[in-house]
């Protein structure tokens, strides 16, 4: 973690936004330090702030470096000494513990685009089902049945079931059914290159 990350971590912008002489209201919302108003319109979150008026926007260093006129590694020690956090703002950042939390943040959004696909896909062949349910049943009991049709009414209880359980599913239970999603994208593909849309 480095040293900024700790400071976010141990200072919200509301406490930073008061000890600094922001004046916070009601809903925390303060009068914007950065351009005259006469109603609130700065927003302070826990992690940043955000002003509807001009659009000035950070978390608590900026905030600092902006009210102080200051660099962000001076905002970081201003922080650092006014709220006596103890962090020692000198000694350099431990790049395995940084290179450390770049991987987990890569592993975590692979994880998510992954679950995100297969979602996808299991939507996509759904929707496509039920158009098909939709669009080619017969119009008169004299109507030729179409295959499209025969075929959503086979498939669709099964592709609403995974669609509907997929998100209940844990990580383990996602994995499993890998597999059967890849089978289903293979189908879906399939059907769009016979039947189209």
């Known amino acids: 973690m480095t040293i900024f990350e700790e400071v976010k971590e141990l200072v919200d912008v509301e406490a930073a936004a008061r000890h600094y002489g922001v004046e916070v209201h009601r809903g925390n919302m303060a009068l914007c330090p950065f351009h005259r108003e006469r109603h609130p319109s700065c927003k302070l979150y826990a992690d940043h702030y955000y002003c509807f008026g001009c ?18 590694i001076e905002a970081v020690k201003q922080i650092n000494s006014d709220f006596g956090l103890g962090l020692d703002v000198d000694k350099p950042p431990d790049m395995a513990a940084v290179n450390r939390r770049k991987q987990e943040i890569a592993e975590r959004k692979a ?61 383990e239970q996602q994995e499993e059914i890998k597999l059967e999603v890849d089978r289903i994208e293979r189908e879906y593909k399939r059907i769009l290159y016979e039947w189209g849309e």
């Open 55 to 72: 659009q000035a926007h950070g978390d608590d260093i900026r905030l600092v470096q902006e009210l102080l006129g200051l660099t962000p």
């Open 111 to 171: 994880e998510q685009a992954k679950i995100e696909r297969i979602y996808n896909i299991l939507l996509r062949y759904y929707t496509l089902l039920d158009r098909y349910k939709i669009r080619f049943a017969p119009k008169t009991p004299d109507d030729e049945i179409d295959g499209r049709f025969v075929y959503a009414l086979q498939n669709i209880g099964y592709a609403e079931y995974m669609l509907e359980t997929f998100n209940r599913f844990d990580k």
